[in-house]
């Protein structure tokens, strides 16, 4: 069981340390809580390797970016058809590494003990260009993805 932060979930980890929590536990999964558009046209982590894919559910649907109040029964639902236990690792991803905070309080506050925020999520922070995709996150460490 993992203690609190400040922000009300386990903690923050880096992309790649994500990654390895997902390769070496089997209950551990990837929430991605980015919306439909972003799946679509950015890319989704690929994890092949780990023989998981990321549960899809979006905190703030598009295109109204409300915070979507069936978020944590969709999510309960899709770790229930798993067989994920309250206890796993959970490792939310968004963009930059914000809404996925909010979506690891909001687990965490519905009783799984080890929820995670992926730092830099998916495509980062702009760069002083206003560019994404280039300064940290899940793409720029050289993780698996894919684009449909």
């Known amino acids: 069981m993992s203690s609190l932060n400040d922000a009300g979930y386990a903690g923050d980890v880096a992309p790649r340390a994500s990654l390895e929590g997902l390769m070496q536990n089997v209950s551990a999964q990837l929430v991605d809580v980015r919306t439909t558009a972003e799946w679509a046209y ?4 690929d994890l092949k390797a780990a023989g998981k ?17 069936g978020f944590v029964a969709k999510v309960e639902a899709a770790l229930a058809s798993k067989g994920v236990a309250k206890d796993a690792p959970l490792y939310f991803l968004c963009r930059s590494g914000v809404r996925s905070k909010a979506a690891a309080a909001a687990m965490t506050q519905a009783g799984y003990v080890s929820c995670f925020n992926v730092t830099g999520g998916f495509e980062g922070p702009p760069d002083p260009d206003g ?9 720029v460490d050289g993780l698996p993805w894919t684009q449909t």
């Open 53 to 69: 894919e990321p549960i899809r559910a979006e905190w703030q649907v598009f295109p109204t970016m409300t915070v979507d109040p």
């Open 42 to 45: 950015v890319g989704s982590p």
């Open 131 to 139: 560019h994404r995709g280039r300064v940290a996150g899940w793409k």
